[in-house]
């Protein structure tokens, strides 16, 4: 079955840098999109980014030039670099897949888009 790993939070000053990874398996991973949502304490899950196998990327306003995400379909893995880091960005940080076709060009960016998903993984920024 399919099955996502996160790893790489932590507590981090402000300013500050984390690089998540998202280890898949179970599936074709070429073939899925990935995303990176967050949910803060009693908030929504929110969409961070996403990217395509051919490395098409989508970002939430708010980590635009500060986040980047990444792939590398040989490893069947999933990054988010997070630089610049904000107290307003701790949440637990979700990885998800889904599957989607090559010859179109969407990215999915909602929640109720994605099949698959992680257990999350903290991050919490210190003022």
């Known amino acids: 079955q399919v099955q996502l790993v996160e790893s790489g939070g932590g507590l981090v000053q402000a300013g500050g840098s984390l690089r998540l990874s998202c280890a898949a398996s179970?599936?074709?991973?070429?073939?899925?999109?990935m995303g990176w949502f967050r949910q803060a304490p009693g908030k929504e899950r929110e969409f961070v980014a996403a990217?395509?196998?051919?490395?098409?990327?989508a970002y939430e306003d708010s980590v635009k030039g500060r986040f980047t995400i990444s792939r590398d379909n040989a490893k069947n893995m999933a990054y988010l670099q997070m630089n610049s880091l904000k107290p307003e960005d701790t949440a637990v940080y979700y990885c998800?897949?889904?599957?989607?076709?090559?010859?179109?060009?969407?990215?999915?960016?909602?929640?109720?888009?994605?099949?698959?998903w992680g257990q999350g993984t903290q991050v919490t920024v210190s003022s």
């Open positions: 998800a897949a889904n599957l989607v076709y090559s010859g179109s060009s969407y990215l999915p960016i909602r929640r109720n888009q994605y099949r698959y």
């Open positions: 179970g599936l074709t991973f070429s073939n899925y999109a």
């Open positions: 990217i395509r196998s051919g490395g098409t990327t």
